[in-house]
């Protein structure tokens, strides 16, 4: 198995960090409020390779350039920086050649997260 289970991306505003986050990769979110925390769950399936994770909204949580990259896997990284930056995100580094590992790219989303993304072509 893979050892990366979980992730968590800090927000400031969750429904501004949700909406965004549906309209960069076509996907539907699911908010709940877990105590002190609003978080905002991105679809998973049990049993299927890939982490879970989840928008946070908390005390302790503050978004940040610095720290722990989290990479999402997309079949398009120039389609998926004009969605980026078409919904209030910006690209920090455009798609790069990693040679036999594929290609990526650098972005930061509307509360200030560096976030990247991962494809084969």
Same mark, same amino acid.
């Given at each position: 198995?893979?050892?990366?289970?979980?992730?968590?991306?800090? #927000?400031?505003? &969750?429904?501004?960090?949700?909406?965004?986050?549906?309209?960069?990769?076509?996907?539907?979110?699911?908010?709940?409020? @877990?105590?002190?925390?609003? @978080?905002?769950?991105?679809?998973?399936?049990?049993?299927?390779?890939?982490?879970?994770?989840? !928008?946070?909204?908390?005390?302790?949580?503050?978004?940040?350039?610095?720290?722990?990259?989290?990479?999402?896997?997309?079949?398009?990284?120039?389609?998926? !920086?004009?969605? #980026?930056?078409?919904?209030?995100?910006?690209? !920090?580094?455009?798609?790069?050649?990693?040679?036999?590992?594929?290609?990526?790219?650098?972005?930061? &989303?509307?509360?200030?997260?560096? #976030?990247?993304?991962?494809? @084969?072509?």
């Amino acid at each position: 198995t893979n050892p990366v289970a979980w992730f968590e991306i800090p #927000v400031k505003n &969750d429904a501004r960090a949700r909406k965004f986050y549906e309209k960069v990769f076509g996907l539907e979110l699911t908010p709940e409020e @877990m105590g002190p925390y609003k @978080m905002t769950f991105f679809p998973w399936t049990e049993n299927a390779p890939g982490a879970a994770g989840t !928008l946070i909204k908390g005390e302790t949580y503050e978004p940040s350039h610095g720290g722990t990259l989290v990479y999402f896997s997309v079949d398009d990284i120039e389609e998926t !920086l004009r969605k #980026v930056n078409a919904n209030g995100g910006k690209t !920090l580094l455009p798609k790069k050649d990693i040679g036999e590992y594929g290609f990526i790219a650098h972005f930061e &989303d509307t509360e200030g997260n560096r #976030v990247a993304l991962h494809s @084969m072509k």
